[in-house]
Nanobody
Framework: VQLVESGGGLVQPGGSLRLSCAAS????????MGWFRQAPGKGREFVAA???????????DYADSVKGRFTISRDNAKNTVSLQMNSLKPEDTAVYYC????????????????WGQGTQVTVSS
């Protein structure tokens, strides 16, 4: 299994970025896909996830800190998951990781088995 993130960079406060994660080596549509982040000197933090319902739908979860600003989406035909980040704040600065798992725990990293290498997002003027 391989997860490769892209789309990070430097952006001014109030700006937007779109992160993407390309997955390979797994039955993508049946996996929960999540985004996490880790700021310097801090632990890994849940950001957003799309959890498989067991049918053809997904449950979307967001951390309170990003709700209303970030949107997670997935394209099962392309095996990709994206994170649209709007109204970015300096406190959003972190390395962002894509992860895949099964039967994951809501708003948690529990159950995520596969992780990407991360992409840096820096929000600064």
């Amino acid at each position: 299994v391989q997860l490769v993130e892209s789309g990070g960079g430097l952006v001014q406060p109030g700006g937007s970025l779109r992160l993407s994660c390309a997955a390979s080596g797994l039955t993508f549509r049946s996996y929960d896909m999540g985004w996490f982040r880790q700021a310097p000197g801090k632990g890994r933090e849940f950001v957003a996830a799309l959890r498989w319902s067991g049918r053809s739908t997904y449950y979307a979860d967001y951390a309170d800190s990003v709700k209303g600003r970030f949107t997670i989406s997935r394209d099962n035909a392309k095996n990709t998951v994206s994170l649209q980040m709007n109204s970015l704040k300096p406190e959003d600065t972190a390395v962002y990781y894509c992860a895949a798992g099964s039967s994951t725990v809501q708003l948690s990293s529990n159950g995520y088995r596969y992780w990407g290498q991360g992409t840096q997002v820096t929000v600064s003027s």
